[in-house]
């Protein structure tokens, strides 16, 4: 596997900013009320952290270190911006479904810390896919928590019915408490296939290199804070 390709494979599935390194979990529960919603919020924040890893990658050796920071929020409220205004001028009925969540992408922060942990550290083409990996497994998440929401929730998926006509649907699952449920249903799903997560302790050997191996539950760090 090529590191292109394998950029991508680790954004949806080894390093899955949702299943595996649990970020972004404000708007994958806030939004996520239906499959079309959580497809729209991922492919935009995609857009989104594609181009914002584009442009500080080819811009990393410019950006003074002591203003890498503002530096990186103003990229990515700029792409944000022109994602906001597209999204509301095509995709008007999206974009009020989404409301507020489309500006808040700027504090996503998956968005900050590809910027931070690799685009500032890498040329733009591997900094894009990267990227790409990323904003297709945060998508992949959001699709599939909203699609499961609605099923249980509504009876459909991307508004197509699929249930039978005497389903009765259980309306908790497109309400707040059925983001919660879902999510954890999904987590447990994965802990029980042992799956790459940050919570089943399933990573049992350390990198060489040092770093965060995914096995928060065995890590010396995770016990001393509980400890404490």
Same mark, same amino acid.
């Given at each position: 596997?090529?590191?292109?390709?394998?950029?991508?494979?680790?954004?949806?599935?080894?390093?899955?900013?949702?299943?595996?390194?649990? *970020? /972004?979990?404000?708007?994958? +529960? @806030?939004?996520?009320?239906?499959?079309?919603?959580? =497809? $729209?919020? #991922?492919?935009?924040?995609?857009?989104?952290?594609?181009?914002?890893?584009?442009?500080?990658?080819?811009?990393?050796?410019?950006?003074?270190?002591?203003?890498?920071?503002?530096?990186?929020?103003?990229?990515?409220?700029?792409?944000?911006?022109?994602?906001?205004?597209?999204?509301?001028?095509?995709?008007?009925?999206?974009?009020?479904?989404?409301?507020?969540?489309?500006?808040?992408?700027?504090?996503?922060?998956?968005?900050?810390?590809?910027?931070?942990?690799?685009?500032?550290?890498?040329?733009?083409?591997?900094?894009?896919?990267?990227?790409?990996?990323?904003? *297709? /497994?945060?998508?992949?998440? +959001? @699709?599939?928590?909203?699609?499961?929401?609605?099923? =249980? $929730?509504? #009876?459909?998926?991307?508004?197509?019915?699929?249930?039978?006509?005497?389903?009765?649907?259980?309306?908790?699952?497109?309400?707040?408490?059925?983001?919660?449920?879902?999510?954890?249903?999904?987590?447990?799903?994965?802990?029980?296939?042992?799956?790459?997560?940050?919570?089943?302790?399933?990573?049992?050997?350390?990198?060489?290199?040092?770093?965060?191996?995914?096995?928060?539950?065995?890590?010396?760090?995770?016990?001393?804070?509980?400890?404490?």
């Amino acid at each position: 596997m090529n590191k292109y390709a394998e950029r991508i494979y680790n954004g949806i599935w080894k390093e899955n900013p949702i299943f595996v390194q649990m *970020l /972004g979990l404000c708007p994958t +529960l @806030a939004v996520t009320t239906s499959a079309i919603n959580g =497809l $729209g919020m #991922g492919l935009s924040t995609t857009a989104v952290l594609v181009a914002a890893n584009i442009i500080i990658a080819a811009l990393r050796k410019i950006i003074p270190d002591r203003l890498r920071l503002p530096a990186e929020i103003v990229v990515v409220a700029s792409m944000v911006t022109i994602v906001d205004m597209l999204m509301e001028g095509f995709v008007p009925s999206l974009y009020s479904a989404l409301g507020i969540y489309i500006p808040l992408i700027v504090v996503n922060c998956i968005i900050l810390g590809r910027a931070e942990a690799y685009a500032m550290k890498n040329k733009p083409l591997i900094s894009a896919f990267d990227g790409i990996g990323m904003g *297709l /497994g945060f998508t992949i998440a +959001l @699709a599939l928590i909203g699609g499961f929401r609605e099923i =249980l $929730g509504a #009876g459909t998926v991307f508004g197509i019915q699929i249930m039978p006509a005497s389903y009765q649907p259980i309306s908790i699952f497109i309400l707040a408490p059925g983001a919660f449920f879902v999510l954890s249903m999904l987590t447990a799903l994965q802990n029980k296939l042992k799956a790459p997560c940050a919570t089943n302790g399933s990573a049992k050997k350390k990198k060489k290199s040092g770093g965060c191996n995914g096995d928060c539950l065995s890590c010396s760090g995770h016990s001393q804070n509980t400890a404490e």
